[in-house]
């Protein structure tokens, strides 16, 4: 397989930003970590060894990026303005500088967003915020509002990054339906341990998505499917063939 590790300046973050490349060849898939990881988690978590066949098949190429979640969505207890900025800072590093330069390493203008926890949150957002830029997601266990993070506390910035209230706010004729209806977005979560307030969201997400007509396939694994490592990798191992087509 090859391995290719970056480190690139992000003027929106102002610090430089490092990533890894897996693969040569194929539908390019931007891997997004838990709460509190890095873009080794990939490897570190042994997530890679789920989508290795794939990857060294030539169906796929995973981007391991950075976040800055301990700046921002973690970081209770700081000012909450001053978080959520952060968070639309690399939100615009993402979109604006680590799109341009997938696009530039893969040859290809599609995107998948994948993630599992925090990751998934992450992977949603983009998704659902940019369907122009991103044209599948894959999120596992993820929350989709504020309330975790943030309590009541909502600003415009915090409103842009929640899926669960700008979508049920999106008008019946806003052009992003056509491209929720016509790409691929699975959302993915466990009823057992450690799960309920992931669980909630994810059954609000889905909520709102029947109800704006938004397609968007939704998946409930048993009450014994806790919110760990193990499970996100049969959850991998079931679906990826179906996000990638094959």
């Given at each position: ?41 990939f490897e570190s978590f042994k997530m890679i060894d789920h989508w290795a066949s794939w990857i060294e098949e030539g169906k ?68 659902y915020r940019r369907p122009d830029l991103f044209d599948s997601t894959f999120a596992i266990s993820g929350l989709y509002d ?85 499970w996100w990798y049969k959850m991998v191992d079931t679906y990826v063939p179906w996000m990638l087509g094959i």
């Amino acid at each position: 397989m090859e391995i290719r590790y970056e480190k690139h300046w992000s003027g929106y973050l102002n610090r430089f930003m490092e990533f890894k490349i897996y693969g040569h060849s194929g539908k390019p898939v931007m891997f997004i970590p838990c709460q509190a990881g890095r873009f080794w988690d990939f490897e570190s978590f042994k997530m890679i060894d789920h989508w290795a066949s794939w990857i060294e098949e030539g169906k796929c190429m995973v981007f391991a990026v950075d976040t800055i979640d301990n700046e921002a969505w973690a970081a209770k207890g700081a000012d909450n303005r001053w978080r959520i900025q952060n968070h639309e800072n690399w939100y615009n590093y993402i979109v604006n500088e680590m799109v341009p330069t997938i696009h530039h390493f893969s040859g290809r203008g599609d995107i998948m967003t994948f993630g599992a926890s925090m990751g998934a949150m992450h992977a949603a957002n983009l998704y659902y915020r940019r369907p122009d830029l991103f044209d599948s997601t894959f999120a596992i266990s993820g929350l989709y509002d504020q309330k975790e993070f943030f309590g009541d506390y909502c600003d415009d910035l915090i409103y842009n990054n929640c899926p669960n209230l700008y979508l049920a706010n999106m008008p019946a004729d806003h052009h992003y339906m056509d491209l929720y209806n016509s790409q691929k977005s699975l959302i993915v979560c466990g009823q057992g341990r450690w799960e309920e307030p992931l669980l909630a969201s994810t059954r609000w997400l889905d909520t709102v998505c029947c109800q704006k007509g938004i397609k968007t396939r939704f998946e409930y694994w048993g009450l014994d499917v806790d919110h760990d490592w193990p499970w996100w990798y049969k959850m991998v191992d079931t679906y990826v063939p179906w996000m990638l087509g094959i």
